[in-house]
């Protein structure tokens, strides 16, 4: 079912999303189909419980064939559950996001280049992934969504943060969302 996905002013965006305490449940499985549903009607890249008012540590993330995001091959479509992400470097890269809870605009956010993540899927197995570049992007900027973090909150120089179509005038300017 496509659902609402609240918008940046919502004080539910701004909650930390509790654990999911029991896997392989039919609530579960109800959860990640709507989150399915719903960034699939909005060509998203990434959704987060929190995003459709559900207080729950769960994401999902991944794109096939989306031409807004031409890097999304590198990107598998992943549930992901009480995640837990590690840097790999140091190394910090700035790039363009956008979110479905931030609409029409766009944000330079730095974000770290190497990451591992770990986490659960829906029926409980583990996921252990160390990845790079714009799927470590997608990574953080989704599970920044459980812990109460909007990316507009990451930003340092907001000369780079804007309404998409001044941004990029002639187009462009995919980034997540
Ligand atoms: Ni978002």
């Known amino acids: 079912m496509i659902r609402p996905v609240l918008r940046m002013g919502d004080p539910r965006l701004w909650q930390k999303a509790r654990p999911v305490r029991q896997f392989d449940t039919p609530q579960l499985h109800a959860l990640i189909a709507d989150l399915e549903d719903t960034m699939r009607h909005l060509d998203g890249a990434g959704l987060a419980a929190p995003q459709i008012g559900v207080d729950l540590r769960v994401v999902i993330f991944g794109v096939d ?22 840097p790999l470097s140091a190394e910090i890269e700035e790039d363009w996001e956008g979110c479905l809870s931030v609409p029409g605009l766009r944000g330079a956010v730095p974000r770290w280049m190497r990451l591992r993540y770990t986490g659960f899927d829906a029926r409980g197995r583990s996921i252990d992934r160390s990845v790079d570049g714009f799927h470590a992007r997608v990574v953080q900027h989704e599970c920044d969504h459980l812990d109460g973090i909007l990316y507009p909150l990451r930003i340092r120089d907001f000369t780079r943060f804007g309404f998409v179509d001044e941004l990029f005038p002639g187009g462009g300017g995919g980034a997540i969302e």
């Open 65 to 86: 064939g989306n031409p807004r995001y031409p890097d999304a091959a590198s990107v598998p479509r992943t549930v992901l559950i009480n995640p837990v992400l590690t």
